[in-house]
């Protein structure tokens, strides 16, 4: 009979990442051997007198505090979160900031903002990673990103001195802007400072967050839109690596498990269209509100007004793409969160959408993507 291993989970559940994490681990465990779990939410400190008593075989922990405490019980080790550095010894779980970033730019040039702005803490690596993952990406079409530096470092800096200046960065910003911040919790800190200084959200500010973490983004005044990160598969993949280092004996190569960016979830914090042209914003709103339905140019055209050339011009010169080409990226879009948030079969999405055959969305969903139906699933699908 396989021994029973004991596992310390030092991970906490009041935030969705957390809740996420300990549901991959938890689905891996349930299909893959015997374990046993210790669940110290509160962290190391918390668990460190009773540590010794529990005959632990692995631990995961969030980020990289006292490090050198477990990397003397010499046992497998996983650190997840927003650590400064990667640690010998120890395995990691890091997020796709650059994707993240990718993301959240495609979603707010989408919405047809031609003016930008980043609010992170410049100390953290990883809010640096995803502020220059957005600024490149926007660099490639010419755009500028304005950034607001949310460090929270220094003893004279209290959250009333850095809200009010906030406040003061926001009201400077040529408007519309759409505005990605470094985590969820920076995207309500931002709704809070346009509240503060009369900004209008989405009206004259759009905001995106990243990690997707529903409570605190259902309860911002409006709803903020986020990147989701699929953290439960993380959880799953984190699990598996720890089974094997605990079989074999020593870490596997590579020992870095990626939470990867999927997709985003738009709410009512960047539910505009921020083009002047009230042609073009009525056919990009036709092509929203009909995304699941297999529309055509000449569709659009009729929405917009226009006649089919006249509207493409529009397209082309605001833009930067063509109609057709708006329609597949929406679909596409689309297509992709049914692949990661449903288990429907690829060919029920396809029926789902209007799509007449498989072969048709396959092929311009890889042209998009770079990435079979089966294969986007599979990369960025719960497990």
Same mark, same amino acid.
């Given at each position: 009979?396989e #021994?029973l291993r004991?596992?310390?989970?030092?991970?906490?559940s009041?935030?969705?990442s957390?809740?996420?994490l300990l549901?991959?681990?938890?689905?891996?465990?349930?299909?893959?051997?015997?374990w046993?779990?210790e669940?110290?939410p509160g962290g190391l400190?918390?668990?460190w007198p009773?540590?010794? #008593?529990?005959?632990?075989?692995?631990i995961?922990?969030?980020? *990289? #505090?006292?490090?050198n405490?477990?990397?003397?019980?010499g046992?497998?080790?996983?650190?997840?979160g927003?650590?400064?550095? $990667?640690?010998?010894?120890?395995?990691h779980?890091?997020t796709?900031?650059?994707?993240?970033?990718?993301?959240?730019?495609?979603?707010?040039?989408? =919405?047809?903002?031609?003016? /930008?702005g980043?609010c *992170?803490p410049?100390?953290?690596?990883?809010?640096?990673a995803?502020?220059?993952?957005?600024?490149?990406?926007?660099?490639?079409?010419?755009h500028?990103?304005? /950034?607001?530096? %949310?460090?929270?470092?220094?003893?004279?800096?209290?959250?009333g001195?850095?809200?009010?200046a906030?406040s003061?960065?926001?009201?400077?910003?040529?408007?519309?802007?759409?505005?990605?911040?470094c985590?969820?919790?920076?995207?309500?800190?931002?709704v809070a400072? =346009?509240?503060?200084?009369?900004?209008?959200?989405?009206d004259?500010?759009g905001?995106?967050?990243?990690d997707?973490?529903?409570l605190? =983004?259902?309860l911002?005044?409006?709803p903020?839109?986020?990147? %989701?990160i699929?953290?439960?598969?993380?959880g799953?993949?984190?699990?598996?690596?720890l089974?094997?280092w605990m079989?074999?004996?020593?870490?596997?190569?590579?020992a870095?498990i990626?939470?990867?960016?999927t997709?985003?979830?738009?709410r009512?914090s960047?539910?505009?269209?921020?083009?002047e042209?009230?042609?073009?914003?009525?056919?990009?709103?036709?092509?929203?509100?009909?995304?699941r339905e297999?529309?055509?140019?000449?569709?659009?055209?009729?929405?917009?007004g226009?006649?089919?050339?006249a509207?493409?011009?529009r397209?082309?010169?605001?833009?930067?793409?063509?109609?057709?080409?708006?329609?597949?990226?929406?679909?596409?879009?689309?297509?992709?969160?049914?692949?990661?948030?449903? $288990?429907?079969?690829?060919s029920h999405?396809a029926?789902?959408? *209007?799509?007449?055959?498989?072969?048709?969305?396959?092929?311009?969903?890889?042209k998009?993507?770079?990435?079979?139906?089966?294969?986007?699933?599979?990369? /960025? *699908?719960? #497990?």
């Amino acid at each position: 009979m396989e #021994k029973l291993r004991q596992v310390i989970l030092l991970l906490e559940s009041s935030r969705g990442s957390g809740r996420a994490l300990l549901r991959g681990f938890a689905d891996y465990a349930r299909h893959h051997g015997a374990w046993a779990f210790e669940w110290e939410p509160g962290g190391l400190n918390e668990i460190w007198p009773r540590l010794n #008593k529990l005959d632990a075989q692995a631990i995961i922990l969030r980020d *990289g #505090k006292n490090i050198n405490k477990v990397l003397a019980l010499g046992i497998p080790t996983v650190v997840v979160g927003h650590h400064e550095e $990667e640690y010998p010894g120890v395995a990691h779980v890091l997020t796709d900031s650059t994707e993240a970033a990718r993301l959240a730019a495609e979603h707010l040039l989408g =919405c047809g903002f031609k003016n /930008f702005g980043f609010c *992170g803490p410049s100390q953290f690596r990883w809010s640096e990673a995803r502020r220059l993952g957005f600024q490149e990406h926007l660099a490639r079409s010419g755009h500028t990103v304005h /950034f607001f530096d %949310a460090r929270s470092d220094g003893p004279e800096i209290s959250w009333g001195t850095q809200h009010r200046a906030m406040s003061r960065w926001l009201a400077g910003l040529p408007k519309p802007a759409g505005i990605m911040a470094c985590n969820d919790d920076y995207a309500q800190h931002l709704v809070a400072a =346009c509240k503060n200084a009369g900004i209008h959200i989405p009206d004259q500010v759009g905001i995106i967050g990243v990690d997707n973490d529903e409570l605190v =983004c259902e309860l911002a005044s409006p709803p903020i839109s986020s990147v %989701a990160i699929n953290f439960e598969r993380a959880g799953f993949e984190s699990a598996r690596l720890l089974d094997r280092w605990m079989r074999q004996g020593t870490i596997p190569a590579p020992a870095r498990i990626n939470a990867p960016a999927t997709h985003v979830v738009a709410r009512l914090s960047t539910d505009i269209l921020a083009v002047e042209d009230p042609q073009l914003m009525k056919a990009l709103r036709f092509i929203r509100d009909h995304a699941r339905e297999n529309i055509r140019v000449v569709d659009v055209a009729k929405a917009g007004g226009l006649s089919r050339r006249a509207l493409e011009n529009r397209f082309r010169w605001e833009l930067g793409r063509s109609i057709l080409q708006e329609i597949r990226r929406i679909r596409v879009d689309l297509i992709a969160r049914m692949l990661v948030e449903t $288990e429907l079969p690829v060919s029920h999405i396809a029926e789902a959408l *209007g799509y007449e055959n498989l072969q048709h969305i396959a092929r311009y969903f890889r042209k998009e993507k770079n990435l079979s139906l089966v294969a986007y699933r599979k990369k /960025f *699908g719960a #497990k």
